[in-house]
């Protein structure tokens, strides 16, 4: 069974197996967490990136789906880049931001992962509400069939980790 751990702080500071990114599609850095995993992680996950996009990701990485990289500097062993989906009052895209989750955990599997750090995908500059996006993640990793050991949404702000706290309880 998975134990689900929740962290106030940077998620480029943890220490797991493998740290997710909440990247965007193109998987050339951007802002928010996907900025600071590039800065922090340094120039070999770029260099990654730039080699998927080079071979199997021409047109970037679709949304739902991910990839994993080298974790660069950063105290994993790898980078799992999802693409979360931008939140629309009028169109449900929760599969999708459903399926960061999953498709995470199925290369977290792939890997040998047994510690998987994760952001609170799409809740950035994508506006994905914070209560909605708890219930959702917190839904998958509680229902995913997964070798993963130990799951820890890295949170941060008290806003978010009182979302994913109340989604524990």
């Known amino acids: 069974m998975t134990t689900i751990t929740l962290v106030k ?6 220490s797991a197996d493998a740290i997710v990114n909440a990247a965007n599609s193109s998987l050339l850095g951007g802002g928010g967490v996907d900025g600071a995993i590039h800065r922090r992680g340094g120039p070999e996950i770029l260099a990654a990136c730039r080699a998927l996009r080079a071979s199997h990701y021409g047109k970037g990485l679709a949304t739902g789906k991910a ?65 909605d996006a708890a219930r959702i993640a917190v839904g998958v990793v509680r229902e995913a069939e997964t070798t993963v050991e130990e ?7 008290e806003q978010a980790y009182e979302a994913f706290a109340a989604q524990l309880r």
């Not at 702080?9 to 943890?14: A, C, L, S, Y």
């Not at 599997?109 to 914070?130: H, K, N, Q, Y």
């Open 67 to 131: 990839v994993a990289t080298t974790a660069g500097e950063l105290d994993a062993r790898w980078v799992i880049h999802t693409v979360g989906p931008v939140f629309s009052a009028t169109d449900d895209r929760s599969d999708q931001l459903a399926s960061c989750y999953r498709e995470s955990l199925r290369i977290a599997d792939e890997l040998g992962a047994r510690t998987v750090a994760f952001p609170a995908i799409s809740t950035g500059i994508f506006r994905w509400p914070m209560e």
């Open 151 to 157: 799951v820890r949404f890295v949170l941060f702000d």
């Open 9 to 14: 702080g940077d998620i480029t500071r943890q």
